[in-house]
C-alpha cells in the first residue's frame, strides 16, 4: 500500500522555524518527484514546492522562496520541508505528495503548522 | 502564473442527480495537464481525474472529466451521499502549479 506520513508541525511563534518531514512507503520512492501542499483553516489549497526524482531540481511558490526548503534522502525514502521566518500566513496543514512526473497523485493526511504569538 | 476559476461557488444537489463543476483558465494549459480531486470533511484531497479525462485508479466511472485549453468540467452522473465534499481543479503544466478556489457540492 502506497502511503506517506507527515510529522514535525506544531506551534512556532513569528520569525522561527520548523522542519518537516515526510515518510514515503509502498512505491519506489526514488523514480517518483515529490510536492508540498498546504491548506490554511477553513481555505483551499496552495502548492508550495516540488523536488524532483534526483533532487536536483526544486521548485517554490513565490510566497515562499527564500524562506523554505525542500530535500529528499533516498535511503530514508524521506522528503523533508524546512520552513524559515514563519509568517502567520504560513499556519496550514502541510500535506506530502508524491508526484508522478509533476501531477501530485498520493497525499498523506498532512501535519498542521500554527504560527502565532 | 496560471490562474484558475471553479464555478459555481456551491452546488446544492439530490443523490442520483447529475452534477456538472466548471473550471476556467487565465492562458492555455499545455498537454492537457489538468486534473481533478474531491476533499470530503477532515480528509486530505483525493485524485479523480488526470490528463484531463483519465481516471485514476479506483475512481467509479460515474466520474468524467473533459475539456481543453482553457476551459475544463467534471462531471458526476449519479450522486451519491459521499460527493458531499469540496472539489478542486488543477493544473500541472507550469509551474506554479495552482488549484481552483474549490466547488462545494452539498448532497440535500
Known amino acids: 500500500e502506497v502511503q506517506l506520513v507527515e510529522s514535525g508541525g506544531g506551534v512556532v511563534q513569528p520569525g522561527g522555524s520548523l522542519r518537516l518531514s515526510c515518510a514515503a512507503s509502498?512505491?519506489?520512492?526514488?523514480?517518483?518527484?515529490m510536492h508540498w501542499v498546504r491548506q490554511p483553516p477553513g481555505k483551499g489549497l496552495e502548492w508550495v514546492s516540488l523536488?524532483?526524482?534526483?533532487?536536483?531540481?526544486?521548485l517554490y511558490a513565490n510566497s515562499v522562496k527564500g524562506r523554505f526548503i525542500i530535500s529528499r534522502d533516498i535511503i530514508k525514502n524521506s522528503v523533508y520541508l524546512q520552513l524559515n521566518s514563519l509568517r502567520t500566513e504560513d499556519t496550514a496543514i502541510y500535506y506530502c505528495t508524491r508526484g508522478r512526473q509533476w501531477l501530485t497523485d498520493i497525499w498523506g493526511r498532512g501535519t498542521t503548522v500554527t504560527v502565532s504569538s | 502564473e496560471i490562474v484558475l476559476m471553479q464555478s459555481p461557488g456551491t452546488l446544492s444537489l439530490s443523490p442520483g442527480d447529475r452534477a456538472t463543476l466548471s473550471c476556467r483558465a487565465s492562458?492555455?494549459?499545455?498537454?492537457?495537464?489538468f486534473a481533478w480531486y474531491r476533499q470530503k470533511p477532515g480528509q486530505p484531497p483525493r485524485l479523480l481525474i488526470y490528463?484531463?479525462?483519465t481516471r485514476a485508479t479506483g475512481i467509479p466511472d460515474r466520474f468524467s472529466g473533459s475539456g481543453s485549453e482553457t476551459d475544463f468540467t467534471l462531471t458526476i452522473s449519479r450522486l451519491e451521499s459521499e460527493d458531499s465534499a469540496v472539489f478542486y481543479c488543477?493544473?500541472?503544466?507550469?509551474?506554479?502549479?495552482?488549484f481552483g478556489g474549490g466547488t462545494k457540492v452539498e448532497i440535500k
Open positions: 490528463d484531463a479525462s
Open positions: 509502498g512505491f519506489s520512492f526514488e523514480q517518483n518527484a
Open positions: 523536488i524532483s526524482r534526483d533532487g536536483g531540481v526544486t
Open positions: 488543477q493544473q500541472y503544466a507550469v509551474a506554479p502549479l495552482t
Open positions: 492562458q492555455s494549459v499545455g498537454n492537457n495537464y
